[in-house]
């Protein structure tokens, strides 16, 4: 697996990590046996980032982390989570006492002494601009709660925001084959300060996976059925924003494109991620998965030579062509 400096962190890390939102809720059902072999198989296969929430099934998902960190002690795991969304996302929620407040769950959670990574998790824009939140992180590190700390962004203005301040380690933001800004503003200025860069949606909600069609139905309780609209959280969540049956013909284009590009040696998952990894700037990508197969196969994109100009040139036509107009003006 290739490794790579998670920004000011200093830290080395996979190329492709693990998000773990699926092991705690909003994907359907994820039983306790397939999220520990999901975590078993992806260490396994060279994964050593993990990026969780405190909000990932109230807590579930770092409990389930945790309890794996205990049995693998010297795996040299780092584990990201994120804080802010225990309460109304309001900028006044934004301080000291919270985030001690939510640190400290966190903390007992992972059952750990100090975080290696906590990141605000999607605040208000407001907060981006805000010095007493920043000096109320800077306490965190000084009191020895967190290693690092970073910021999970929706916009490509508040990963800049962010990256302007000067102790943030690293700006999560969702960075696929349909989400191309952040390639033209944010990862360069992420690579010029020193900031890592956490893609996340990699798969555009597994759209990219090409496994999906027009007529696919998700479950009840996964946010790709009942968040298509937006009307429970930031709806560039769910399938990166797009148009389900947009998503679905530009998904057959790109995996037309991988077929073409790569034959079978890398799925059209693959190289999807391994597309994102690539990118200058990147300092891990988070794709999911619901069990041990998934993570395998997310991994060996880790693995993946570089895809070349063709490929990402055939990137941005089908963005231009089918995407673009549906997301570039609002993240």
């Given at each position: 697996?290739?490794?790579?400096?998670?920004?000011?962190?200093?830290?080395?890390?996979?190329?492709?990590?693990?998000?773990?939102w699926q092991l705690g809720a909003d994907w359907g059902n994820v039983s306790d046996d397939d999220a520990r072999a999901t975590l078993e198989a992806s260490l396994e296969a060279g994964v050593t980032f993990f990026d969780t929430a405190d909000v990932y099934g109230d807590g579930h998902s770092e409990q389930v982390i945790g309890a794996f960190l205990k049995e693998h002690p010297n795996a040299g795991i780092t584990v990201a989570t994120k804080m802010g969304r225990r309460m109304d996302q309001v900028p006044e929620n934004y301080v000291l006492e919270n985030f001690r407040q939510w640190t400290d769950r966190s903390r007992k959670n992972l059952d750990?002494?100090?975080l290696d990574l906590v990141q605000l998790h999607c605040p208000p824009t407001a907060v981006y601009s805000s010095d007493e939140v920043f000096d109320a992180l800077?306490?965190?590190?000084?009191?020895?709660?967190?290693a690092n700390y970073g910021v999970s962004v929706e916009t490509t203005a508040e990963a800049l925001a962010a990256i302007a301040r000067p102790n943030v380690a690293?700006?999560?933001?969702?960075?696929?084959?349909?989400r191309l800004k952040p390639l033209d503003e944010v990862l360069p200025a992420a690579s010029e300060a020193g900031v890592g860069i956490i893609a996340r949606v990699p798969l555009a909600s597994g759209l990219l996976s090409g496994k999906y069609s027009k007529d696919t139905r998700f479950a009840e309780n996964d946010h790709r059925n009942y968040n298509r609209d937006g009307s429970a959280f930031d709806v560039g969540e769910t399938f990166s924003g797009v148009p389900y049956d947009v998503g679905v013909e530009a998904a057959v284009r790109f995996a037309e494109l991988s077929a073409k590009c790569f034959g079978e040696d890398l799925t059209a998952a693959q190289a999807a991620i391994a597309w994102v990894w690539q990118q200058p700037g990147v300092s891990t990508v988070i794709p999911g998965a619901r069990n041990a197969d998934q993570a395998r196969a997310n991994a060996a994109a880790g693995n993946a030579a570089a895809l070349g100009p063709l490929f990402s040139s055939g990137v941005r036509e089908i963005y231009d062509e089918l995407i673009k107009e549906h997301v570039a003006a609002k993240w």
């Open positions: 697996m290739e490794q790579q400096v998670l920004g000011r962190s200093g830290r080395l890390v996979s190329a492709v990590g693990l998000g773990t750990v002494e100090r800077d306490t965190l590190v000084e009191e020895g709660v967190t690293t700006v999560q933001i969702i960075l696929n084959a349909f």
